[in-house]
C-alpha cells in the first residue's frame, strides 16, 4: 500500500488566494464567502460533529441506505474499479463500500483540508491494508488535482460523491462540475452520487440550525479563521447564524447576519457591515430524482439506476459517464 499526500500548495499560496476570495466576495454588493474555506482543521472536525447530530439526518440516512444496498452497489460498479472520491473528509463512507467490492484498484480521495486527508488515510492504512491509496490534496474544482489519475492504470473507474456535496453548488456549477468527472473517466465508467431530496422545510432547516448549535458553530469558524489566517478583527458576537429553506431556488442557504452597523479590518483592508446585512456562507441544493436525472445527463452522464429510503428523504445515484 502506498499512501503519500502530495500536491499541497505552500502556505504562503494558499493565503494569497484566501485572502483574494474573502476581499472579493466581501467587496460585492451582496457578501458571499467561498463554502470551501468552511473546511479548515477546525471546521472539518466540526462537520463531523454535524454529521452526528440529531437534527442532522443526511448522514444518518445515507448511512442506512449504504448499508442496505451494499450488495447491489457492488455489483454496480463491477470488479477492478479505481475508486476516485473528491471532498473525500474523513473517508470514512469508503471503507464499507471498498470492502464489499471485488478487487478494487485503489482509491484516490482529494479534500482541500490536508489535516482532515492526512488523519484519514492513517485509518485506512490500518483499517484496509493492500488497498492502494493516492491521495491529493486541493481543490477538485481545478483540473490539475486530478492530474495524477492518467499515471494509474485501471480497468475501471468510479467517482463516489456522498454527502449531498453536489448540492452546495448551484445547479450551473454542478453541471460544470459533472462534466469535469466525465473528463476524467472513460465511456462506462461509473458515478456514484448522492443527493438529499426535496421535503418539509421545517425538517430541512432544523437540519441546519441543529439544536445543538454545531451548525452555528461551523458557519462562525469561517469569522474566526479568517482572524486566524488573515489578520482580520471580526467580532462574533455581532454575527448570528441564520438557516433557511428557498423553496424556489430549492435550497437552504447558511447566512451570518451583522447584528448592528460596524466596520471589520481584514489584512488592513477595511470592510462596512449594515444592520442586518448577511454574508451568504453555503447553499445545498436539494434535488427531485427527475431533476437531478436531467442534471446528470447535462453534465455527460447516463442515469443507470437510484435507491432511495422508504420516506424518500436522500437518494444515491449509480450513472455511467457516456
Ligand atoms: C460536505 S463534506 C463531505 C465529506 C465526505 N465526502 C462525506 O460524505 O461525509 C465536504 C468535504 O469536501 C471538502 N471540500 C469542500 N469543497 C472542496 C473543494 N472545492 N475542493 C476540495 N475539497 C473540498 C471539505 O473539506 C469536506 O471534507
Known amino acids: 500500500m502506498r499512501a503519500a499526500l502530495s500536491s499541497v500548495p505552500g502556505k504562503q499560496q494558499q493565503g494569497s488566494e484566501f485572502l483574494r476570495d474573502v476581499l472579493e466576495g466581501l467587496g460585492g454588493k451582496t457578501k458571499t464567502l467561498p463554502c470551501k474555506y468552511l473546511y479548515d482543521e477546525v471546521g472539518s472536525r466540526l462537520f463531523e460533529e454535524i454529521c452526528a447530530a440529531e437534527d442532522y439526518y443526511l448522514t444518518r440516512t445515507e448511512t442506512d441506505l449504504f448499508t442496505k444496498n451494499l450488495g447491489d452497489i457492488a455489483r454496480e460498479i463491477g470488479s477492478g474499479a479505481l475508486l476516485i472520491e473528491p471532498g473525500a473528509g474523513n473517508c470514512e463512507k469508503i471503507e464499507m463500500l471498498i470492502a464489499e467490492l ?42 490539475a488535482v486530478w492530474d495524477k489519475l492518467s499515471t494509474i492504470p ?5 467517482v463516489f460523491f456522498p454527502g449531498s456535496t453536489i448540492g452546495n453548488f448551484e445547479p450551473q456549477k454542478s453541471v460544470q462540475l459533472l462534466e469535469l468527472f466525465a473528463a476524467n473517466l472513460g465511456a462506462g465508467d461509473g458515478l456514484l452520487i448522492c443527493t438529499d431530496l426535496v421535503k418539509d422545510s421545517v425538517v430541512l432547516e432544523r437540519a441546519y440550525h441543529d439544536s445543538a448549535h454545531v451548525t452555528e458553530r461551523f458557519n462562525k469558524n469561517l469569522l474566526c479563521r479568517i482572524n486566524r489566517e488573515l489578520d482580520a478583527n471580526f467580532d462574533l458576537s455581532l454575527f448570528a447564524h441564520r438557516a433557511f429553506y428557498h423553496p424556489l431556488r430549492q435550497r437552504v442557504e447558511m447566512h451570518l447576519v451583522s447584528l448592528r452597523r460596524h466596520d471589520v479590518s481584514i489584512a488592513g483592508i477595511r470592510v462596512e457591515f449594515a444592520e442586518g446585512e448577511t454574508i451568504h456562507t453555503e447553499s445545498c441544493h436539494k434535488y427531485t430524482i427527475n431533476g437531478f436525472n436531467a442534471l446528470l445527463s447535462k453534465g455527460g452522464f447516463k442515469p443507470i439506476r437510484h435507491w432511495k429510503d422508504a420516506s424518500e428523504s436522500y437518494a444515491i445515484h449509480y450513472a455511467q459517464a457516456i
Open 102 to 143: 471485488n478487487a478494487p484498484r485503489g482509491y484516490y480521495p482529494m479534500d482541500i483540508s490536508p489535516e482532515i486527508l492526512q488523519a484519514a488515510e492513517a485509518r485506512i492504512k490500518c483499517h484496509l491494508p493492500g488497498i492502494q491509496v493516492w491521495s491529493e490534496v486541493g481543490d477538485f474544482t481545478q483540473p
Open 154 to 158: 485501471s480497468r475501471k473507474r468510479v
